[in-house]
């Protein structure tokens, strides 16, 4: 069912825009251009931008000038814009131009959001000319475009700001513009503020000038050639705290006042990251700034904005004497990310949404090797597996895509922000990376991003110039017995099979005696999986192993449907996919998985704890096309009664907590009972042994963190006695009591169990002292029995007022894992869509996470309701009629 639900409900989401119409009227039959793309002979140098936004009237208005360069003879000038409206347009001539336009008029076409401007004479090819049009518009309710962003001081005061964020499509929604990433240009900006607002944008502030007692005009530096989609800017009264990095770039940490004092550990860990980027790609940090600023109101995670990078105040804030070991994790990696993109994105970007992995996914494989480097203590490699699992979770689906993989409209564009752009995107790379070595690797990205500084790349240019990079790589193997063979490997024909097509390989391996015989084939979860492989699907595969004879890797390029390896003597067990480097699973034929199980029981500390995270991974992903029984897969689960490790303890909860809440959802009350009395029993000398406390690696306090949580939720009463224990001496304190960081979350949940514990949370919640902990009091609350309670969370979560809109996809789906909240959450899901998808735009990652979070586990019965809410997404205005059987 979630293959079904995803296909159909990406599906209506491109019904659903293509069907819209962004400026209230129909296409005009006079419009001069008939593409989503724009034209190309026509193409912006330099935009000067004005404008002016009003945080009391929440609108702005703006005069955007822009030089173009006219390749051909042409009438029309097609460019974007949204929910603009325009006031005046004209074409002007550069000097020595001997071709005037005349008599300009303006067209609009909303439901491709373009505008053209039409001049009665043609423009003359080979001149350049300016366009300057004038327009106001209200500054957005949703996150995307310029929009009004709020927060509340600590007594109580509404303040009101006005930011931005444009990618992938949204920079129309601030002015008219060319709005494709392969549209490069300058930006010069001025912006016109209150005195006691603070404006920011891309580039440093040059002059401010007073406009009128009560206006000041900031004019900031002309920036660097780059994509609309990086323009950034931003009207608040946020104050700063900055450094200058060894390269003599100044870093900055923009917040609301209150919170400048939680600004300190991002702006060190933005200091050290910037300058391990400048020495790891041997190319200089572009600009003279780099402000990192945290919004109050903010859908993503983060945006990589040329020199003005803007995230969630939770993926910035950090209080060390509040927050968590995790925060601490996801913050460094997220400025890691967006300041990998200065290169990988803003510095080289991909000409086109198709090639978004190019930018994302290595940002996401950066953040690997640069916190790697600069925060050694936070053991990064430790998580960098668990998103390999997540992308495959998708990956498997028949709705999956290539990384790279055409897309046009501004809705499918949105759906190529996903697992696969991101997650595979660093696998894959992560497994390239491997393949290549190290060094090589680092080489062939240097040189791409050298090569294609201030341009725009395809997926082509990417592996092609890597393919020459390493072509020393064939005398290189020659010296090194442990790496692939002695032939030239041709990089980009392997990385074609990653990048041009969906989904990962299954390899079944299948061991007779010294020879091992391998078989590729395409790894699908659903109905599909069980026809037979498809024609075509063939990958290469940079196959690793170990034996019980030899812990040096061994590495073999499987590049056909089958092959045998022939091992120097028989071994008692092979283990393929070293560390699990490489994007792929492993079916051991035969006895190969009894083998494996038997040494895990024995020693299985012999292989790492990657190789047993991805044997716990790979058992059931085989369980699930029905490879082997599940009893096998529990066979193997009994070894954790004595693991130790994050990686292999978090996978075996994230394999079967999913099978005991199916359990729960189905009213399988024994079974349910007994596999909940097994999860728990598998981990209880661990959790006994943990300390409520914020001691340790920060590995050891993840692994307590979540383990607690795992325990109290699933009600193990040593848990949960001593959470309400932390939970009543908290309480009576008013809060004054500090928890151990890494507790909270537990605690947090029981005491939400009663109606006083949920209320006084709920209290806390709003308090500015508490901001640090919202996320988690938001997940202790969305796990009360209540449902009125869990009904006034999600109204709430809408509405935006206690609880922010921005957490809203996270407490919908929250609150329908809840066994109490799941028909809650489905009936609210349908009857507040229209409204969801005012906020969040339809495509985006957070309307597919609330739709594919609520459905993961759905039943029958929800699934006919899912044909009805698909059908009123397509017909909004049809009404069902007669007997439509919709069980089908």
Not at 7 to 30: E, N, T
Not at 59 to 84: E, W
Not at 545 to 564: A, C, E, G, N
Not at 602 to 620: C, G, K, M, W
Request: net charge negative.
């Amino acid at each position: 069912p979630a293959n079904l639900i995803r296909s159909v409900i990406f599906g209506a989401i491109l019904v659903a825009w293509c069907a819209s119409d962004g400026q209230g009227g129909g296409g005009s039959a006079q419009f001069p251009w008939d593409k989503v793309r724009l034209p190309r002979h026509v193409v912006p140098l330099h935009y000067h931008l004005l404008i002016h936004p009003n945080l009391t009237t929440l609108t702005f208005t703006g005069t955007v000038d822009i030089d173009v360069a006219v390749a051909q003879p042409t009438k029309a000038v097609v460019l974007h814009g949204k929910r603009l409206r325009v006031t005046g347009a004209a074409i002007e001539a550069g000097a020595g131009n001997p071709c005037a336009a005349r008599d300009v008029r303006l067209l609009w076409h909303p439901p491709r959001e373009q505008l053209a401007l039409l001049s009665a004479e043609p423009l003359c090819a080979g001149h350049n000319y300016t366009l300057r049009i004038q327009y106001s518009a209200n500054l957005s309710d949703s996150f995307h475009g310029f929009y009004k962003s709020t927060y509340r001081t600590q007594e109580g005061e509404l303040r009101v700001l006005a930011s931005t964020h444009f990618e992938p499509t949204s920079a129309r929604m601030a002015f008219p513009c060319f709005d494709e990433p392969a549209f490069k240009a300058r930006f010069s900006i001025k912006i016109r503020r209150e005195p006691n607002h603070l404006a920011l944008s891309n580039m440093p502030l040059v002059k401010s000038v007073n406009i009128a007692s009560w206006l000041v005009e900031d004019h900031f530096d002309t920036s660097v050639k780059m994509s609309t989609y990086l323009v950034a800017f931003i009207v608040s009264d946020f104050k700063s705290i900055s450094k200058i990095t060894n390269h003599g770039v100044k870093i900055s940490i923009y917040t609301v006042p209150e919170k400048i004092n939680q600004a300190h550990y991002a702006l060190d860990a933005a200091v050290k990251l910037l300058d391990f980027y400048e020495d790891y790609f041997s190319i200089p940090y572009p600009l003279p700034k780099q402000d990192l600023a945290a919004i109050p109101d903010f859908q993503s995670g983060a945006m990589e904005n040329w020199g003005l990078t803007t995230y969630r105040e939770s993926a910035l804030l950090y209080d060390p004497e509040k927050s968590s070991a995790s925060s601490r994790l996801w913050i460094t990696m997220t400025i890691a990310h967006e300041l990998a993109h200065q290169w990988f994105g803003n510095l080289v970007t991909m000409e086109w949404w198709n090639d978004l992995w190019l930018n994302e996914g290595f940002a996401k494989f950066m953040e690997l090797l640069s916190v790697n480097v600069t925060h050694p203590e936070l053991r990064v490699e430790d998580y960098f597996l668990r998103r390999c699992f997540d992308a495959m979770e998708v990956d498997a689906l028949n709705s999956s895509h290539p990384v790279s993989t055409p897309v046009e409209d501004p809705a499918q564009i949105l759906e190529m922000f996903d697992e696969v752009s991101y997650e595979k995107g660093s696998c894959i790379l992560n497994m390239l990376r491997d393949f290549l070595t190290a060094d090589v690797f680092k080489s062939g990205l240097v040189q791409y991003l050298q090569k294609y500084s201030y341009q725009n790349t395809k997926n082509e240019d990417f592996v092609l110039h890597l393919s020459s990079s390493s072509s020393y790589m064939s005398s290189f193997s020659l010296t090194n017995k442990q790496h692939w063979t002695k032939e030239t490997l041709d990089v980009k024909a392997m990385m074609d099979t990653w990048t041009l097509q969906k989904g990962f390989p299954l390899v079944t391996v299948t061991v007779r005696g010294k020879n091992v015989h391998l078989q590729q084939e395409h790894y699908k979860k659903g109905v599909d999986s069980l026809s037979p492989t498809e024609n075509g699907y063939l990958w290469h595969i940079p196959l690793t192993y170990i034996t019980s004879k030899s812990h040096t890797v061994q590495r073999f390029l499987m590049r056909t449907k089958t092959d045998v390896i022939i091992l120097p003597e028989e071994v008692e067990w092979v283990k393929f996919n070293v560390d699990m480097n490489g994007y792929y699973i492993v079916h051991y034929e035969d006895d190969g998985w009894d083998r494996l199980i038997n040494l895990l029981r024995e020693n299985h500390t012999v292989i790492s704890s990657n190789d047993r995270a991805s044997l716990i991974n790979n058992i059931f992903q085989l369980v699930r096309i029905k490879k082997l029984s599940i009893s096998k897969a529990f066979d193997l689960t009994l070894y954790m009664k004595r693991e130790t490790q994050i990686m292999p303890i978090l996978q075996g909860m994230n394999e079967l907590v999913p099978i005991y809440k199916l359990m729960e959802r189905r009213d399988m009350d024994d079974t349910e009972k007994q596999l909940k009395d097994y999860i728990v029993n598998l981990f209880k000398d661990l959790i006994d042994k943990q300390l409520w406390s914020d001691e340790g690696s920060v590995s050891e306090r993840m692994l307590r963190q979540s383990l607690l949580m795992f325990a109290c939720v699933r009600r193990y009463q040593p848990c949960v006695d001593k959470a309400e224990e932390y939970f009543s001496k908290w309480q009576k304190s008013n809060g004054t009591l500090r928890l151990p960081a890494d507790v909270k979350t537990a605690v947090y949940i029981v005491g939400a169990q009663t109606s006083e514990g949920w209320d006084f949370l709920l209290s806390k919640y709003q308090h500015h002292s508490f901001s640090v902990d919202k996320d988690k009091i938001a997940s202790a609350l969305s796990l009360t029995r209540n449902k009125d309670k869990l009904q006034w969370l999600m109204e709430e979560g809408l509405r935006g007022d206690i609880i922010k809109t921005q957490d809203f996809p996270y407490i919908i789906v929250s609150v329908a894992r809840n066994p109490s909240g799941y028909h809650l959450a489905w009936t609210f899901l349908r009857e507040n869509w229209e409204k969801l998808i005012e906020k969040f735009e339809l495509g985006s990652s957070s309307i597919a996470g609330i739709v594919t979070g609520r459905c993961g586990c759905i039943s029958l019965k929800d699934l006919q309701d899912l044909d009805f809410f698909i059908f009123f997404i397509f017909f909004p205005d049809r009404k069902l009629e007669g007997g439509m059987d919709l069980s089908m």
